[in-house]
């Protein structure tokens, strides 16, 4: 694992979705391995953390999250904009070798089979918390995070730091046609 990611005490994983960015979803099961953006996700609770996340039925990643029990949510940055872009308008379903297509670099973490986009901000494993009716109605998942990281360079002590990291290190953020925002600046309000 890259020296500069370090686990997120869980009492502050959701502070790694609170800006709202795209995110990647990962997922793995009998032995393939998928990812796929989505702008579709944001932190539920707090003790223990929970997500929710929209997977479109249509979509390659649905049936792994499913069939496996477990998802992981990265947060890309500018320098993913490319591969986010790609993996998200690329199906597996049509394009079997997208990821390699699309420059994804994988890694695992002891105690987890999900897989990790090697090169984003954040990651978030999370174990499904079953919602049939709005798992089929609503292609709305829930899980709950079982696990954290995130690199040191732009996230340490439970806080963002967006304005004194590398540029490139920013989070996007999806609008639609292909275009993204990168998070700003840090404005204080008086406290």
């Known amino acids: 694992m890259d020296q500069h990611i370090k686990p997120v005490e869980l009492a502050k994983a959701y502070r790694l979705l609170n800006h709202g960015p795209t995110v990647l979803v990962s ?4 032995g393939v391995d998928n990812v796929m953006s989505a702008a579709w996700s944001c932190a539920l ?4 953390p929970k997500v929710t996340l929209v997977l479109d039925k249509a979509t390659a990643t649905r049936p792994l999250v499913e069939k496996s029990g477990y998802f992981a949510l990265q947060v890309p940055n500018v320098g993913q ?3 986010t872009y790609e993996v998200g308008h690329v199906s597996a ?3 079997p070798d997208k990821l390699a297509k699309a420059g994804v670099e994988l890694f695992r973490v002891d105690g987890h089979d999900v897989p990790l986009v090697a090169g984003s901000s954040a990651w978030l494993i999370c174990k499904v918390l079953p919602e049939p009716r709005n798992e089929q109605v609503y292609d709305l998942f829930i899980g709950e995070v079982v696990a ?3 690199d040191d360079r732009i996230f ?8 004194t990291a590398d540029s490139s290190l920013r989070s996007l953020h999806y609008i639609a046609g292909g275009t993204f925002y990168a998070i700003g600046a840090a404005l204080a309000a008086d406290t």
């Open 148 to 150: 954290a990281y995130a």
């Open 27 to 30: 997922a793995s099961h009998g």
């Open 156 to 163: 340490s002590n439970g806080h963002w730091h967006f304005e």
């Open 81 to 83: 904009l490319q591969l």
């Open 93 to 95: 379903n049509d394009t």
């Open 45 to 48: 609770d707090f003790a223990p």
